[in-house]
């Protein structure tokens, strides 16, 4: 069966400091895999999709960046953390359009 | 106006009450996922449907195409099922693009 592992669960970094989420699908091969962040009190929104390796889309602006460097792995990086991207990070995949989203456990990232 | 909606957007609800989360839309749509947000924050996949009626123990989901929305009803509610419920609407584009509700926060009281 399929799982998706994504690490850390919670993380408090600085602001200013550099960033790298990871997050691995196994049991399955050629997802699409997504980045969504959820800040306090409002809904997902998506940050960076990819359907394969080296491919990856964004659909906002921001100061996040992902890289896709192997079939199942999806990384989220920041070169140097802002207050603003404190929030609730999901790491999800699917085995194709169209196809039901199936979650990560989250990262919750704090930024002092 | 959010493209996806929910209502009631918090809900109490007494064990065994019978519950009904709706979900509207203003865009078309490929798709709409129903989602469980557990408190820990945790997602699980509960339904994805294009239309008609999907049942799962005493989870039951409905779709109207016309009318631009869903329901979720939740049977003999019971306090695990807490959590926060997220609609999902799958939109007619190239890729994967998923516009997400607000969420219902559900507390199902003993």
């Known amino acids: 069966s399929q799982t998706i592992h994504q690490w850390p669960a919670t993380l408090v970094q600085p602001v200013g400091s550099p960033l790298s989420l990871e997050c691995t699908v196994e049991?399955?091969?050629?997802?699409?895999l997504y980045w969504y962040r959820q800040a306090a009190g409002r809904g997902l929104q998506l940050l960076f999709y990819?359907?394969?390796?080296?491919?990856i889309s964004s659909e906002v602006p921001q100061n996040l960046s992902a890289s896709r460097p192997q079939d199942r792995q999806f990384i989220l990086s920041s070169k140097k953390l802002l207050l603003s991207d404190s929030g609730f990070y999901l790491c999800?995949?699917?085995?194709?359009?169209?196809?039901?989203?199936?979650f990560g456990d989250g990262t919750r990232l704090s930024i002092l | 106006k959010n493209e996806v909606e929910q209502s009631p957007q918090n809900l109490t609800a007494q064990e065994g009450e019978f519950i009904t989360i709706n979900c509207s839309y203003s865009?078309?749509?490929?798709?709409l996922h129903w989602l469980q947000q557990h408190p820990g924050g945790g997602i699980v996949s509960l339904f994805m449907?294009?239309?008609g009626k999907k049942k799962h123990g005493r989870l039951i989901a409905t779709i109207n195409i016309q009318e631009k929305h869903s329901s979720l009803h939740i049977t003999a509610s019971h306090p695990r099922d807490s959590a926060v419920y997220i609609c999902?609407?799958?939109?007619?584009?190239?890729?994967?693009?998923?516009?997400f509700g607000p969420g219902t926060s559900l507390s199902v009281i003993p």
């Open positions: 999800a995949w699917s085995p194709g359009r169209g196809q039901p989203q199936h």
């Open positions: 049991g399955t091969s050629n997802p699409n």
């Open positions: 990819s359907v394969g390796i080296g491919q």
């Open positions: 865009v078309g749509i490929s798709a």
């Open positions: 449907l294009s239309s």
């Open positions: 999902a609407a799958f939109m007619k584009t190239s890729y994967d693009k998923v516009i």
